[in-house]
T-cell receptor
Framework: SQKIEQNSEALNIQEGKTATLTCNYT??????LQWYRQDPGRGPVFLLL?????KEKRKERLKVTFDTTLKQSLFHITASQPADSATYLC??????????FGAGTRLFVKA | NAGVTQTPKFQVLKTGQSMTLQCAQD?????MYWYRQDPGMGLRLIYY???????DKGEVPNGYNVSRLNKREFSLRLESAAPSQTSVYFC????????????FGQGTRLTVV
């Protein structure tokens, strides 16, 4: 069955360091992949979208890579800040109406 | 410009009671979705509506019904609530192009006792 895996353990890093979150998937050939941020008690908020023919996408301090051979996406936050503390969700879609979401990884950035 | 608005934000139901979760969007989007989010699990799709007048089942539709009242509104109904339906429910919309970001409401926290 189709499966998305994100590290269920929280990631703790020091302010100023680069946070790297991983999204692995199996039995799936996504047309594109998205990353969302979710704060406690709030709905997910879109951050970045990367398509299957793109290797890397950047937006300010955020960078996403997409390796369809490894079936993996990496999400990087450079120069991390305490305000970056949140849960980050990976989402995959084949281009149809349905998108599959991972369970998310909690990130804690310490000052 | 409110985006996606869900009501209510919190609800407690007794087993067997019914209720309707409301979702309205002012973004002029065609596609609307209902998800549930449980601890340790990703968002799971309950139902979606690709456009006004159409609805389709998602991954976990049992125990739910939906209505796409018009382009703006998409409601989720629990006819006979069960404790297994305790969850946080999110409504979302996707823009005119399918392969774009989803916009989510703030969620409804439902507890069934």
């Amino acid at each position: 069955s189709q499966k998305i895996e994100q590290n269920s353990e929280a990631l703790n890093i020091q302010e100023g360091k680069t946070a790297t979150l991983t999204c692995n998937y199996t039995n799936y050939s996504p047309a594109y992949l998205q990353w969302y941020r979710q704060d406690p008690g709030r709905g997910p908020v879109f951050l970045l979208l990367i398509r299957e023919n793109e290797k890397e996408k950047r937006k300010e301090r955020l960078k996403v890579t997409f390796d369809t051979t490894l079936k993996q996406s990496l999400f990087h936050i450079t120069a991390s800040q305490p305000a970056d503390s949140a849960t980050y969700l990976c989402a995959l879609s084949t281009g149809g109406f349905k998108t599959i979401f991972g369970a998310g990884t909690r990130l804690f950035v310490k000052a | 410009n409110a985006g996606v608005t869900q009501t209510p934000k919190f609800q407690v139901l007794k087993t067997g009671q019914s209720m309707t979760l409301q979702c309205a969007q002012d973004m002029n989007h065609n596609s609307m979705y209902w998800y549930r989010q449980d601890p340790g699990m990703g968002l799971r799709l309950i139902y979606y509506s690709a456009s006004e007048g159409t609805t389709d089942k998602g991954e976990v539709p049992n125990g739910y019904n939906v209505s796409r009242l018009n382009k703006r509104e998409f409601s989720l109904r629990l006819e006979s609530a069960a404790p297994s339906q305790t969850s946080v429910y999110f409504c979302a919309t996707v823009g005119q192009l399918m392969n774009t970001e989803a916009f989510f409401g703030q969620g409804t926290r439902l507890t069934v006792v």
